[in-house]
């Protein structure tokens, strides 16, 4: 299945694949120390890997949160990232008009859950023949994903991702439902879980968003054994001290150790694709 993402080199290694990164671009120095470390875990471990990391951060619960460093700063540090280290690498786009912008510095155009019924931002995602990742809506059924993916195939591009994320469940939590991943593979794209932000609490009363980051190696380990094609992985050195979405994220220092457990699950279920 990974096959059909020809723009992706190395990809289709026989394992499951990483997107991996901060929530946000906070500079440049912390970005490539965490795109450095995270490849040189996965180069040990044969793990494709994408880098990570949101230009600006359109969805914040207050006025006064982090959105980012500035936009042309922000991609041309993913450009930077992904031309030096010969890593592909993936952003979020939340309009038609950012579209263009950040197709021009990044190999993979992420579609954001609250954002993936939007049709025009959908069908200007595929026209830019990037690699498009659509998260599946908290309010969404992974049956009802097909209608999105459709919006980006029937555009002219076959090269699509779907993410799963949680469906809210109550006022401040999430869910996983682990039938939604055959689900949606049934739908001919290859298949990713979020295991950072299918943890998130949200809508919490302080207006900053919370999580449950000890979980994020039940969500993954469970992910796997299922059969997803990749996992998507927040990540930062000191989470508490990120600017973004810390609450949710792996601290980098347990990232080695989670890969090497999940090479093992996915051995042991025999889950190649």
């Known amino acids: 299945m990974l096959q059909r993402l020809p723009h992706i080199k190395h990809l289709d290694t026989g394992n499951f694949f990483l997107i991996a990164g901060p929530c946000a671009i906070e500079g440049e120095t912390m970005a490539f120390d965490i795109a450095q470390r995270v490849k040189t875990h996965c180069e040990d471990l044969k793990i494709p890997f994408i880098f990570k990391g949101s230009y600006r951060k359109a969805n914040r619960s207050r006025l006064d949160s982090f959105t980012g460093i500035g936009d042309e700063k922000a991609l041309k540090i993913l450009q930077k990232i992904g031309r030096e280290l010969e890593v592909p690498v993936t952003t979020d786009v939340h309009s038609v008009a950012e579209v263009a912008l950040a ?22 995602a595929a026209r830019t023949g990037k690699v498009v990742n659509i998260k599946k809506g908290q309010f969404l059924s992974a049956e009802a994903m097909q209608f999105a993916r459709h919006k980006v195939v029937d555009s002219g591009n076959p090269t699509v991702l779907l993410t799963e994320r949680g469906t809210t469940f109550g006022y401040q939590d999430l869910v996983v439902d ?36 000890a979980l994020i190696s039940t969500i993954a380990r469970a992910g796997i054994a299922v059969g997803v094609d990749g996992l998507f992985i927040e990540t930062h050195p000191q989470p ?34």
């Open 103 to 124: 197709a021009a510095h990044v190999d993979v155009l992420q579609i954001p859950a609250f954002l993936c019924r939007q049709t025009d931002l959908l069908v200007a």
């Open 178 to 213: 682990f039938r939604g991943i055959p689900v949606m593979q049934a739908m001919g794209s290859p298949v990713v879980l979020d295991c950072t932000h299918s943890l998130q609490q949200p809508n919490q009363a302080s207006g900053v968003t919370g999580g449950r980051p």
């Open 240 to 273: 508490s001290l990120a600017q973004s979405d810390g609450a949710n994220m792996l601290a980098l220092e347990h990232l080695p150790g989670l890969l090497e457990e999940l090479i093992k699950i996915r051995q042991a279920t025999n889950k190649t694709k």
